[in-house]
Protein backbone atom coordinates (compact mmCIF):
# COMPACT_ATOMS: atom_id res chain seq x y z
CA UNK A 1 0.00 0.00 0.00
CA UNK A 2 1.30 3.26 -0.81
CA UNK A 3 2.25 5.24 2.37
CA UNK A 4 1.32 8.69 0.95
CA UNK A 5 -2.18 7.56 0.23
CA UNK A 6 -4.78 8.14 3.52
CA UNK A 7 -7.28 5.54 3.96
CA UNK A 8 -10.55 6.59 5.35
CA UNK A 9 -13.98 5.08 5.76
CA UNK A 10 -16.53 6.24 3.73
CA UNK A 11 -18.55 7.97 7.21
CA UNK A 12 -15.15 9.35 8.04
CA UNK A 13 -14.85 10.75 4.30
CA UNK A 14 -18.14 12.87 4.11
CA UNK A 15 -17.45 14.03 8.25
CA UNK A 16 -14.08 15.20 7.09
CA UNK A 17 -14.93 16.50 3.74
CA UNK A 18 -15.40 20.24 5.18
CA UNK A 19 -11.96 20.35 6.00
CA UNK A 20 -11.12 20.50 2.08
CA UNK A 21 -13.36 23.30 1.34
CA UNK A 22 -10.33 26.36 0.15
CA UNK A 23 -9.67 29.19 2.67
CA UNK A 24 -10.88 31.83 -0.31
CA UNK A 25 -14.62 29.52 -0.33
CA UNK A 26 -14.99 30.02 3.22
CA UNK A 27 -14.03 33.43 3.70
CA UNK A 28 -16.23 34.07 0.84
CA UNK A 29 -19.61 32.21 2.35
CA UNK A 30 -18.84 34.52 5.83
CA UNK A 31 -18.66 37.26 3.95
CA UNK A 32 -21.78 36.59 1.82
CA UNK A 33 -23.59 35.61 5.15
CA UNK A 34 -22.62 39.22 6.79
CA UNK A 35 -24.18 40.85 3.88
CA UNK A 36 -27.31 39.33 3.58
CA UNK A 37 -27.61 39.34 6.97
CA UNK A 38 -27.05 43.04 7.40
CA UNK A 39 -30.04 43.52 4.40
CA UNK A 40 -32.61 40.79 5.52
CA UNK A 41 -31.91 38.87 8.75
CA UNK A 42 -33.50 41.55 11.20
CA UNK A 43 -35.11 43.93 9.35
CA UNK A 44 -38.13 43.98 11.35
CA UNK A 45 -36.53 45.34 14.31
CA UNK A 46 -35.68 48.20 12.56
CA UNK A 47 -39.72 49.73 13.43
CA UNK A 48 -38.37 52.54 15.05
CA UNK A 49 -37.04 53.97 11.74
CA UNK A 50 -40.13 52.85 9.70
CA UNK A 51 -42.88 53.97 12.18
CA UNK A 52 -43.05 57.72 11.23
CA UNK A 53 -43.03 56.83 7.61
CA UNK A 54 -46.22 54.62 8.31
CA UNK A 55 -47.78 57.58 10.11
CA UNK A 56 -46.75 59.69 7.54
CA UNK A 57 -48.44 57.56 5.09
CA UNK A 58 -51.35 58.12 6.99
CA UNK A 59 -51.44 54.04 7.93
CA UNK A 60 -54.22 52.97 10.19
CA UNK A 61 -55.32 56.96 10.02
CA UNK A 62 -58.91 55.86 9.73
CA UNK A 63 -58.81 54.77 13.89
CA UNK A 64 -58.23 58.38 14.57
CA UNK A 65 -61.60 60.09 16.17
CA UNK A 66 -62.92 62.83 15.09
CA UNK A 67 -62.03 64.76 18.49
CA UNK A 68 -58.36 63.65 17.77
CA UNK A 69 -58.38 64.45 13.87
CA UNK A 70 -59.97 67.99 14.31
CA UNK A 71 -57.29 68.62 16.70
CA UNK A 72 -54.29 67.48 14.62
CA UNK A 73 -52.66 64.88 16.25
CA UNK A 74 -49.76 63.91 15.47
CA UNK A 75 -50.80 60.59 16.20
CA UNK A 76 -53.87 58.62 18.11
CA UNK A 77 -53.78 56.62 20.87
CA UNK A 78 -55.42 53.90 18.67
CA UNK A 79 -53.75 54.33 15.81
CA UNK A 80 -50.44 54.39 18.16
CA UNK A 81 -51.78 50.84 19.45
CA UNK A 82 -52.45 49.41 16.10
CA UNK A 83 -48.86 50.01 14.34
CA UNK A 84 -47.42 48.82 17.76
CA UNK A 85 -49.19 45.83 17.16
CA UNK A 86 -48.16 45.41 13.78
CA UNK A 87 -44.73 44.99 14.91
CA UNK A 88 -45.60 43.05 18.35
CA UNK A 89 -47.02 40.67 15.97
CA UNK A 90 -43.89 40.22 13.57
CA UNK A 91 -41.40 40.22 16.71
CA UNK A 92 -43.75 37.08 18.27
CA UNK A 93 -43.69 35.62 15.17
CA UNK A 94 -39.70 36.07 13.84
CA UNK A 95 -38.55 34.52 17.36
CA UNK A 96 -41.36 31.31 17.46
CA UNK A 97 -40.50 30.64 13.89
CA UNK A 98 -37.14 29.70 15.28
CA UNK A 99 -38.12 26.24 16.58
CA UNK A 100 -39.51 24.94 12.54
CA UNK A 101 -36.53 27.09 11.48
CA UNK A 102 -34.40 25.12 13.65
CA UNK A 103 -35.84 21.54 13.02
CA UNK A 104 -35.79 22.44 9.65
CA UNK A 105 -32.09 23.26 9.44
CA UNK A 106 -31.39 20.36 11.24
CA UNK A 107 -33.29 18.25 9.04
CA UNK A 108 -32.54 20.05 5.05
CA UNK A 109 -29.36 21.76 6.36
CA UNK A 110 -28.60 25.44 5.92
CA UNK A 111 -29.09 25.69 1.98
CA UNK A 112 -32.61 24.49 2.02
CA UNK A 113 -33.50 26.47 4.62
CA UNK A 114 -32.02 29.86 3.60
CA UNK A 115 -33.99 29.33 0.54
CA UNK A 116 -37.15 29.18 2.19
CA UNK A 117 -36.27 32.08 3.84
CA UNK A 118 -36.05 33.98 0.48
CA UNK A 119 -39.85 32.96 -0.98
CA UNK A 120 -41.08 34.71 2.64
CA UNK A 121 -38.79 37.28 1.92
CA UNK A 122 -40.34 37.86 -1.33
CA UNK A 123 -43.77 37.39 -0.49
CA UNK A 124 -43.40 39.87 2.42
CA UNK A 125 -42.83 42.74 0.09
CA UNK A 126 -44.81 42.07 -2.44
CA UNK A 127 -47.59 42.15 0.11
CA UNK A 128 -46.02 45.37 1.30
CA UNK A 129 -46.28 47.11 -1.60
CA UNK A 130 -49.66 46.33 -2.68
CA UNK A 131 -50.95 47.37 0.96
CA UNK A 132 -51.36 50.90 0.38
CA UNK A 133 -53.10 50.87 -2.52
CA UNK A 134 -56.31 48.31 -0.72
CA UNK A 135 -58.24 50.62 1.75
CA UNK A 136 -57.43 48.67 5.30
CA UNK A 137 -61.23 48.12 5.94
CA UNK A 138 -61.33 45.69 2.80
CA UNK A 139 -58.24 44.03 3.25
CA UNK A 140 -55.19 45.00 5.92
CA UNK A 141 -51.75 43.58 4.16
CA UNK A 142 -49.44 45.60 6.12
CA UNK A 143 -49.95 43.24 9.49
CA UNK A 144 -49.13 40.08 7.02
CA UNK A 145 -46.35 41.53 4.98
CA UNK A 146 -44.47 42.30 8.30
CA UNK A 147 -45.77 39.01 9.24
CA UNK A 148 -43.97 37.24 6.41
CA UNK A 149 -40.91 39.07 6.43
CA UNK A 150 -40.76 38.22 10.14
CA UNK A 151 -40.86 34.92 9.29
CA UNK A 152 -38.20 34.88 6.46
CA UNK A 153 -35.42 37.06 8.92
CA UNK A 154 -34.62 33.36 11.44
CA UNK A 155 -34.64 31.73 8.39
CA UNK A 156 -31.58 33.01 7.03
CA UNK A 157 -30.18 34.48 10.35
CA UNK A 158 -30.38 30.80 11.94
CA UNK A 159 -28.72 29.14 8.86
CA UNK A 160 -25.68 31.18 9.54
CA UNK A 161 -24.64 30.59 12.92
CA UNK A 162 -23.17 26.77 11.32
CA UNK A 163 -20.50 29.00 9.28
CA UNK A 164 -18.80 29.98 12.71
CA UNK A 165 -17.40 26.17 12.56
CA UNK A 166 -15.65 27.26 9.00
CA UNK A 167 -12.78 29.16 10.88
CA UNK A 168 -12.96 26.98 14.52
CA UNK A 169 -9.85 29.15 15.62
CA UNK A 170 -12.12 32.47 15.49
CA UNK A 171 -15.61 30.87 15.94
CA UNK A 172 -16.49 33.69 18.27
CA UNK A 173 -15.19 36.75 16.01
CA UNK A 174 -17.24 34.90 12.83
CA UNK A 175 -20.38 34.68 14.97
CA UNK A 176 -20.01 38.25 16.83
CA UNK A 177 -20.10 39.43 13.32
CA UNK A 178 -23.00 37.68 12.08
CA UNK A 179 -24.91 38.68 15.41
CA UNK A 180 -23.88 42.04 14.45
CA UNK A 181 -24.87 42.22 10.96
CA UNK A 182 -28.34 40.81 12.47
CA UNK A 183 -28.63 44.09 14.06
CA UNK A 184 -27.39 46.54 12.18
CA UNK A 185 -30.09 45.43 9.75
CA UNK A 186 -32.43 47.68 11.21
CA UNK A 187 -30.23 50.57 9.21
CA UNK A 188 -32.28 49.27 6.26
CA UNK A 189 -35.34 51.00 7.37
CA UNK A 190 -33.64 54.23 8.82
CA UNK A 191 -32.33 54.47 5.12
CA UNK A 192 -35.24 54.64 3.38
CA UNK A 193 -36.71 56.88 6.28
CA UNK A 194 -33.92 59.60 5.64
CA UNK A 195 -34.23 59.35 1.96
CA UNK A 196 -38.07 59.27 2.35
CA UNK A 197 -37.56 62.31 4.73
CA UNK A 198 -35.03 64.10 2.34
CA UNK A 199 -38.14 63.99 -0.43
CA UNK A 200 -40.29 65.70 1.70
CA UNK A 201 -42.29 69.18 1.16
CA UNK A 202 -41.04 71.68 4.14
CA UNK A 203 -44.35 72.84 3.77
CA UNK A 204 -46.64 69.56 4.67
CA UNK A 205 -47.38 69.08 7.74
CA UNK A 206 -47.67 65.34 7.82
CA UNK A 207 -44.02 65.05 6.50
CA UNK A 208 -45.12 63.04 3.18
CA UNK A 209 -42.38 62.26 0.90
CA UNK A 210 -42.27 61.20 -2.70
CA UNK A 211 -40.54 57.26 -2.36
CA UNK A 212 -43.69 55.42 -1.38
CA UNK A 213 -44.02 52.55 0.58
CA UNK A 214 -45.25 50.41 -2.76
CA UNK A 215 -42.11 52.31 -5.00
CA UNK A 216 -39.60 50.91 -1.93
CA UNK A 217 -40.91 47.74 -0.99
CA UNK A 218 -40.99 46.62 -4.63
CA UNK A 219 -37.27 47.66 -4.96
CA UNK A 220 -36.42 45.39 -2.13
CA UNK A 221 -37.39 42.44 -4.07
CA UNK A 222 -34.19 42.20 -5.45
CA UNK A 223 -32.60 41.03 -1.53
CA UNK A 224 -34.10 37.72 -1.95
CA UNK A 225 -33.33 37.02 -5.04
CA UNK A 226 -29.90 38.37 -4.59
CA UNK A 227 -29.42 35.54 -1.33
CA UNK A 228 -31.13 32.58 -3.58
CA UNK A 229 -28.28 32.67 -6.07
CA UNK A 230 -25.79 32.69 -3.58
CA UNK A 231 -27.27 29.95 -1.60
CA UNK A 232 -27.53 27.75 -5.03
CA UNK A 233 -23.57 29.13 -6.13
CA UNK A 234 -21.40 29.29 -3.07
CA UNK A 235 -23.35 28.32 0.32
CA UNK A 236 -22.78 25.47 1.47
CA UNK A 237 -25.69 22.28 1.72
CA UNK A 238 -25.01 20.70 5.02
CA UNK A 239 -23.63 22.82 8.14
CA UNK A 240 -19.83 22.99 9.26
CA UNK A 241 -19.34 21.66 12.51
CA UNK A 242 -16.53 21.86 14.80
CA UNK A 243 -13.61 19.46 15.20
CA UNK A 244 -14.41 18.45 18.48
CA UNK A 245 -17.87 17.25 17.06
CA UNK A 246 -16.15 15.40 14.05
CA UNK A 247 -13.89 13.46 15.76
CA UNK A 248 -16.49 12.75 18.50
CA UNK A 249 -19.48 11.44 15.84
CA UNK A 250 -16.68 9.53 13.92
CA UNK A 251 -15.41 8.14 17.34
CA UNK A 252 -18.72 7.46 18.73
CA UNK A 253 -21.01 6.07 15.39
CA UNK A 254 -22.56 2.95 15.86
CA UNK A 255 -20.40 -0.15 15.97
CA UNK A 256 -21.54 -3.67 14.45
CA UNK A 257 -20.02 -6.69 13.16
CA UNK A 258 -19.04 -5.03 10.11
CA UNK A 259 -16.80 -2.42 12.46
CA UNK A 260 -15.24 -5.13 14.06
CA UNK A 261 -14.22 -7.17 11.25
CA UNK A 262 -12.41 -4.33 9.38
CA UNK A 263 -11.08 -1.88 12.82
CA UNK A 264 -7.64 -3.02 11.38
CA UNK A 265 -7.78 -3.00 7.98
CA UNK A 266 -10.29 0.59 7.66
CA UNK A 267 -9.15 2.19 11.03
CA UNK A 268 -5.47 1.35 11.83
CA UNK A 269 -4.39 0.84 8.42
CA UNK A 270 -4.60 4.50 7.44
CA UNK A 271 -1.00 5.98 9.30
CA UNK A 272 1.23 2.98 7.85
CA UNK A 273 4.27 2.27 8.41
CA UNK A 274 7.57 3.78 7.16
CA UNK A 275 8.28 1.78 3.57
CA UNK A 276 11.62 0.33 5.08
CA UNK A 277 9.39 -1.93 7.25
CA UNK A 278 8.41 -5.13 5.73
CA UNK A 279 5.44 -7.21 6.08
CA UNK A 280 5.08 -9.44 9.08
CA UNK A 281 5.53 -13.38 8.20
CA UNK A 282 2.11 -15.18 8.28
CA UNK A 283 3.23 -16.74 11.36
CA UNK A 284 4.67 -13.92 13.01
CA UNK A 285 3.15 -11.54 15.78
CA UNK A 286 0.07 -9.06 14.72
CA UNK A 287 1.88 -6.22 14.54
CA UNK A 288 -0.80 -2.89 15.16
CA UNK A 289 0.42 0.66 14.10
CA UNK A 290 -0.18 3.59 15.72
CA UNK A 291 0.78 7.26 15.10
CA UNK A 292 2.38 9.34 17.67
CA UNK A 293 1.11 12.87 17.41
CA UNK A 294 3.64 14.28 19.58
CA UNK A 295 7.01 13.17 18.31
CA UNK A 296 5.51 12.34 14.70
CA UNK A 297 6.85 8.96 13.75
CA UNK A 298 5.48 5.57 13.80
CA UNK A 299 5.00 3.21 16.62
CA UNK A 300 4.51 -0.10 16.51
CA UNK A 301 2.49 -2.16 19.11
CA UNK A 302 3.53 -5.83 19.06
CA UNK A 303 0.57 -8.26 20.01
CA UNK A 304 1.49 -12.16 20.53
CA UNK A 305 -0.73 -14.18 18.42
CA UNK A 306 -3.46 -16.10 20.67
CA UNK A 307 -3.02 -19.02 22.76
CA UNK A 308 -5.15 -21.48 24.75
CA UNK A 309 -3.84 -18.37 27.56
CA UNK A 310 -4.19 -15.12 25.69
CA UNK A 311 -7.58 -16.11 23.91
CA UNK A 312 -10.06 -15.17 26.52
CA UNK A 313 -8.09 -12.30 28.06
CA UNK A 314 -7.42 -10.31 24.55
CA UNK A 315 -9.67 -11.56 21.48
CA UNK A 316 -8.19 -10.85 18.08
CA UNK A 317 -11.62 -8.78 17.20
CA UNK A 318 -11.14 -5.48 18.72
CA UNK A 319 -13.39 -4.04 21.10
CA UNK A 320 -15.69 -1.27 21.49
CA UNK A 321 -13.55 1.13 23.31
CA UNK A 322 -10.06 0.04 20.80
CA UNK A 323 -12.58 0.31 18.26
CA UNK A 324 -13.51 3.78 19.50
CA UNK A 325 -9.72 4.78 19.97
CA UNK A 326 -8.71 4.05 16.69
CA UNK A 327 -11.25 5.83 15.29
CA UNK A 328 -10.40 8.88 17.05
CA UNK A 329 -6.68 8.39 15.99
CA UNK A 330 -7.47 8.24 12.25
CA UNK A 331 -10.04 11.00 12.38
CA UNK A 332 -7.34 13.55 13.68
CA UNK A 333 -4.67 12.24 11.20
CA UNK A 334 -6.93 12.91 8.22
CA UNK A 335 -7.75 15.88 9.74
CA UNK A 336 -3.50 16.59 9.92
CA UNK A 337 -3.58 15.28 6.44
CA UNK A 338 -5.45 17.63 5.17
CA UNK A 339 -5.08 21.28 7.17
CA UNK A 340 -1.49 20.36 8.11
CA UNK A 341 -0.33 18.93 11.34
CA UNK A 342 0.73 22.74 12.57
CA UNK A 343 -3.06 23.65 11.83
CA UNK A 344 -4.68 20.90 13.34
CA UNK A 345 -2.46 20.73 16.68
CA UNK A 346 -3.03 24.97 16.76
CA UNK A 347 -7.10 24.32 16.21
CA UNK A 348 -6.61 21.79 18.79
CA UNK A 349 -5.02 23.79 21.69
CA UNK A 350 -7.20 26.87 20.89
CA UNK A 351 -10.57 25.00 21.41
CA UNK A 352 -9.40 23.12 24.21
CA UNK A 353 -8.70 26.05 25.83
CA UNK A 354 -11.85 27.33 24.89
CA UNK A 355 -14.03 24.73 26.58
CA UNK A 356 -11.95 24.75 29.33
CA UNK A 357 -12.54 28.92 30.05
CA UNK A 358 -16.25 28.29 29.01
CA UNK A 359 -16.40 25.96 32.38
CA UNK A 360 -19.77 24.51 30.58
CA UNK A 361 -18.38 22.99 27.82
CA UNK A 362 -20.16 19.77 26.69
CA UNK A 363 -22.79 19.67 29.96
CA UNK A 364 -25.43 18.39 27.85
CA UNK A 365 -23.99 17.35 24.73
CA UNK A 366 -24.97 14.07 23.01
CA UNK A 367 -27.89 14.21 25.17
CA UNK A 368 -31.49 13.43 23.53
CA UNK A 369 -33.50 16.72 22.97
CA UNK A 370 -35.94 15.75 25.38
CA UNK A 371 -33.49 15.59 28.09
CA UNK A 372 -31.74 18.80 27.30
CA UNK A 373 -35.16 20.56 27.16
CA UNK A 374 -36.00 19.03 30.29
CA UNK A 375 -32.79 20.32 32.33
CA UNK A 376 -32.56 23.10 34.53
CA UNK A 377 -29.69 24.43 31.85
CA UNK A 378 -32.48 24.90 29.38
CA UNK A 379 -35.38 26.30 31.88
CA UNK A 380 -33.12 28.91 33.53
CA UNK A 381 -32.19 30.02 29.87
CA UNK A 382 -35.63 30.14 28.99
CA UNK A 383 -36.97 32.20 31.60
CA UNK A 384 -34.09 34.74 31.52
CA UNK A 385 -34.15 35.16 27.58
CA UNK A 386 -38.30 35.64 27.74
CA UNK A 387 -37.69 38.60 30.11
CA UNK A 388 -34.95 39.98 27.85
CA UNK A 389 -37.00 39.53 24.36
CA UNK A 390 -40.09 41.31 25.92
CA UNK A 391 -37.96 44.10 27.35
CA UNK A 392 -35.71 44.67 24.12
CA UNK A 393 -39.19 44.75 21.77
CA UNK A 394 -41.34 47.06 24.13
CA UNK A 395 -38.31 49.38 24.12
CA UNK A 396 -38.29 49.63 20.29
CA UNK A 397 -41.78 49.43 19.82
CA UNK A 398 -42.47 52.47 22.59
CA UNK A 399 -38.88 54.43 22.29
CA UNK A 400 -40.57 57.80 21.39
CA UNK A 401 -43.30 57.60 23.58
CA UNK A 402 -41.80 56.48 26.39
CA UNK A 403 -39.47 59.18 26.28
CA UNK A 404 -42.29 62.06 25.20
CA UNK A 405 -43.50 61.28 28.49
CA UNK A 406 -40.23 61.02 30.60
CA UNK A 407 -38.68 64.44 28.95
CA UNK A 408 -42.53 66.10 28.70
CA UNK A 409 -41.21 67.02 25.40
CA UNK A 410 -42.49 65.81 21.62
CA UNK A 411 -39.26 67.70 19.97
CA UNK A 412 -37.11 65.99 22.36
CA UNK A 413 -38.67 62.47 22.18
CA UNK A 414 -38.20 62.98 18.40
CA UNK A 415 -34.27 63.77 19.10
CA UNK A 416 -33.92 60.54 21.53
CA UNK A 417 -35.96 58.75 18.88
CA UNK A 418 -33.37 59.78 15.99
CA UNK A 419 -30.24 58.91 18.11
CA UNK A 420 -32.13 55.52 18.58
CA UNK A 421 -32.36 54.83 14.98
CA UNK A 422 -29.16 55.81 14.17
CA UNK A 423 -27.53 54.08 16.77
CA UNK A 424 -28.83 50.38 16.70
CA UNK A 425 -27.24 49.39 13.53
CA UNK A 426 -24.16 51.11 14.34
CA UNK A 427 -24.07 49.30 18.08
CA UNK A 428 -24.19 45.97 16.00
CA UNK A 429 -21.07 46.87 14.37
CA UNK A 430 -19.43 48.86 17.26
CA UNK A 431 -19.66 45.54 19.65
CA UNK A 432 -18.26 43.40 17.29
CA UNK A 433 -15.14 42.92 18.24
CA UNK A 434 -16.10 43.14 21.99
CA UNK A 435 -18.59 40.41 21.83
CA UNK A 436 -16.10 38.04 20.17
CA UNK A 437 -13.56 38.85 22.53
CA UNK A 438 -15.39 38.20 25.63
CA UNK A 439 -16.95 34.93 24.24
CA UNK A 440 -13.75 33.19 23.07
CA UNK A 441 -11.56 35.00 26.25
CA UNK A 442 -13.71 34.81 29.32
CA UNK A 443 -16.33 31.84 31.07
CA UNK A 444 -19.82 31.77 30.82
CA UNK A 445 -20.37 32.68 33.89
CA UNK A 446 -18.63 35.94 33.56
CA UNK A 447 -20.85 36.27 30.45
CA UNK A 448 -23.91 36.06 31.79
CA UNK A 449 -22.77 38.09 35.00
CA UNK A 450 -22.26 40.94 32.83
CA UNK A 451 -25.52 40.52 30.68
CA UNK A 452 -27.56 40.66 34.08
CA UNK A 453 -25.44 43.55 35.57
CA UNK A 454 -25.81 45.21 31.85
CA UNK A 455 -29.60 44.48 32.23
CA UNK A 456 -29.76 46.03 35.44
CA UNK A 457 -28.06 49.48 34.62
CA UNK A 458 -30.57 49.89 31.33
CA UNK A 459 -33.56 49.31 33.39
CA UNK A 460 -32.46 51.78 35.95
CA UNK A 461 -31.45 54.21 32.68
CA UNK A 462 -35.16 54.17 31.48
CA UNK A 463 -36.82 55.50 34.45
CA UNK A 464 -35.13 58.50 34.58
CA UNK A 465 -37.65 61.42 34.43
CA UNK A 466 -36.41 64.35 32.98
CA UNK A 467 -32.90 64.25 31.78
CA UNK A 468 -31.94 63.89 28.27
CA UNK A 469 -27.88 62.66 29.85
CA UNK A 470 -29.96 59.53 30.58
CA UNK A 471 -31.71 58.91 27.64
CA UNK A 472 -28.60 59.18 25.70
CA UNK A 473 -26.42 56.73 28.19
CA UNK A 474 -29.65 54.30 28.35
CA UNK A 475 -29.93 53.95 24.57
CA UNK A 476 -26.16 54.04 23.97
CA UNK A 477 -25.89 51.18 26.54
CA UNK A 478 -28.82 48.77 24.74
CA UNK A 479 -27.31 48.69 21.37
CA UNK A 480 -24.30 47.25 22.35
CA UNK A 481 -26.34 44.95 24.95
CA UNK A 482 -28.75 43.97 22.01
CA UNK A 483 -26.42 42.01 20.13
CA UNK A 484 -24.32 40.84 22.98
CA UNK A 485 -27.47 39.28 24.57
CA UNK A 486 -28.65 37.42 21.47
CA UNK A 487 -25.02 36.40 20.79
CA UNK A 488 -23.78 35.30 24.23
CA UNK A 489 -27.51 33.05 24.08
CA UNK A 490 -26.41 31.30 20.82
CA UNK A 491 -22.83 30.82 22.34
CA UNK A 492 -24.71 29.58 25.56
CA UNK A 493 -26.74 26.71 23.70
CA UNK A 494 -23.98 25.83 21.56
CA UNK A 495 -21.52 25.19 24.40
CA UNK A 496 -24.24 23.54 26.63
CA UNK A 497 -26.19 21.45 24.19
CA UNK A 498 -24.11 21.27 20.90
CA UNK A 499 -24.76 21.85 17.31
CA UNK A 500 -26.06 18.27 16.96
CA UNK A 501 -29.53 19.36 18.38
CA UNK A 502 -28.90 23.36 18.14
CA UNK A 503 -31.36 24.17 15.46
CA UNK A 504 -33.84 22.45 17.94
CA UNK A 505 -32.80 23.18 21.26
CA UNK A 506 -31.94 27.36 20.33
CA UNK A 507 -35.19 27.45 18.04
CA UNK A 508 -37.75 26.37 21.32
CA UNK A 509 -35.61 28.72 23.27
CA UNK A 510 -36.23 31.78 21.35
CA UNK A 511 -40.17 30.57 20.42
CA UNK A 512 -40.78 30.02 24.05
CA UNK A 513 -39.55 33.32 24.29
CA UNK A 514 -41.13 34.76 21.55
CA UNK A 515 -44.85 33.40 22.23
CA UNK A 516 -44.30 35.64 25.78
CA UNK A 517 -44.33 38.82 23.89
CA UNK A 518 -47.68 38.54 23.33
CA UNK A 519 -47.44 39.87 26.81
CA UNK A 520 -46.12 43.19 24.93
CA UNK A 521 -49.50 44.15 23.84
CA UNK A 522 -50.58 43.68 27.36
CA UNK A 523 -47.82 46.32 28.28
CA UNK A 524 -48.58 48.49 25.87
CA UNK A 525 -52.58 48.60 27.23
CA UNK A 526 -51.46 49.07 30.74
CA UNK A 527 -49.42 51.94 29.64
CA UNK A 528 -51.49 53.95 27.77
CA UNK A 529 -54.72 53.60 29.30
CA UNK A 530 -53.74 52.43 33.18
CA UNK A 531 -50.63 54.42 33.70
CA UNK A 532 -52.04 57.35 31.07
CA UNK A 533 -48.59 57.17 28.95
CA UNK A 534 -46.00 56.55 31.71
CA UNK A 535 -43.71 53.63 31.23
CA UNK A 536 -42.06 53.70 34.56
CA UNK A 537 -44.29 51.03 36.46
CA UNK A 538 -43.77 48.84 33.66
CA UNK A 539 -40.00 49.22 33.27
CA UNK A 540 -39.42 49.04 37.10
CA UNK A 541 -41.54 45.29 37.17
CA UNK A 542 -39.17 44.08 34.39
CA UNK A 543 -36.22 45.49 35.95
CA UNK A 544 -36.92 43.58 38.76
CA UNK A 545 -38.16 40.20 37.16
CA UNK A 546 -35.16 40.16 35.19
CA UNK A 547 -32.52 40.57 38.12
CA UNK A 548 -34.34 38.09 40.07
CA UNK A 549 -34.68 35.28 37.19
CA UNK A 550 -30.90 36.98 35.60
CA UNK A 551 -29.63 36.57 38.92
CA UNK A 552 -31.10 32.82 39.69
CA UNK A 553 -29.49 31.49 36.75
CA UNK A 554 -25.79 32.85 37.20
CA UNK A 555 -25.83 30.94 40.96
CA UNK A 556 -27.34 27.96 39.05
CA UNK A 557 -24.48 27.85 36.45
CA UNK A 558 -21.92 28.64 39.19
CA UNK A 559 -22.74 26.00 41.07
CA UNK A 560 -22.63 23.15 37.83
CA UNK A 561 -19.17 23.92 37.02
CA UNK A 562 -17.90 22.68 40.10
CA UNK A 563 -19.38 19.19 38.92
CA UNK A 564 -18.70 19.42 35.48
CA UNK A 565 -14.50 19.53 36.18
CA UNK A 566 -15.21 16.53 38.63
CA UNK A 567 -16.75 14.43 36.01
CA UNK A 568 -14.62 15.50 33.58
CA UNK A 569 -11.44 14.12 35.46
CA UNK A 570 -13.18 11.29 36.53
CA UNK A 571 -13.74 10.37 32.90
CA UNK A 572 -10.55 10.96 31.97
CA UNK A 573 -8.99 8.80 34.79
CA UNK A 574 -11.41 5.98 33.71
CA UNK A 575 -10.61 5.97 30.03
CA UNK A 576 -7.00 5.87 31.16
CA UNK A 577 -7.33 3.18 32.93
CA UNK A 578 -9.97 1.25 30.82
CA UNK A 579 -6.71 1.83 27.73
CA UNK A 580 -3.92 0.17 29.75
CA UNK A 581 -5.71 -2.38 30.82
CA UNK A 582 -6.23 -3.30 27.03
CA UNK A 583 -2.89 -2.60 26.08
CA UNK A 584 -1.47 -4.76 29.12
CA UNK A 585 -1.81 -8.24 26.99
CA UNK A 586 0.31 -10.98 29.25
CA UNK A 587 3.14 -12.81 27.65
CA UNK A 588 2.20 -16.35 26.51
CA UNK A 589 3.35 -18.69 29.00
CA UNK A 590 5.30 -22.14 28.32
CA UNK A 591 3.81 -23.96 30.05
CA UNK A 592 0.91 -24.09 27.13
CA UNK A 593 3.75 -24.37 24.60
Known amino acids: MDTDQVVVPKEQ ?53 PDEIDSHARVCREQELRLNLMFNIAAVTTNVAALPVGATLDHFGPRVTSLIGCVFLLLGPILLALAPM ?9 IPGYLLLALGGPCIFISTF ?6 PINSGLVLSCLTGAFDSSSAVWLGYRLLYQSTADPEDPTGKGTISLTLFFACYCIVPVIIAILQITIMPKQSYKSMGEIVKEIEEAPIDGHDEAVADDEINDPLPAPAAATAPAPEAPVEEIAHDHEN ?37 SQIEAIIGPEATESAQKKEEKKRAISGVWGAMHGKG ?66 IGTLLDYTSTVFTLSVLVLSAAVIGALGIIPNSMAAGYANIAMFVVYRPFFYTSISDYAAKVFGFETFGTVYGLIIATSGLFNLVQSLLDYVTVHIHDGNPIPVNVGLLV ?49
Open 134 to 142: IPVATFDGF
Open 13 to 65: REALQQFEEPRSLRLAQVASAVLYCLCASGVIFGYAALKPVLISEGVYHHLCT
Open 296 to 332: EHHVRIVEPEPTEHTALLAPHKSSALEIRRRRRSSAV
Open 369 to 434: ALRQIGSFWFIFVVLFVMLQMLRTNYFIATVRPQYQYLLGSWDQSLVINGFFDLALPLGGLVSIPF
Open 545 to 593: AGLVVGSAFVTFVTSQIGRLRREKAREALEEEAETAEELLVPEPSPVYH
Open 162 to 167: QLSNAF
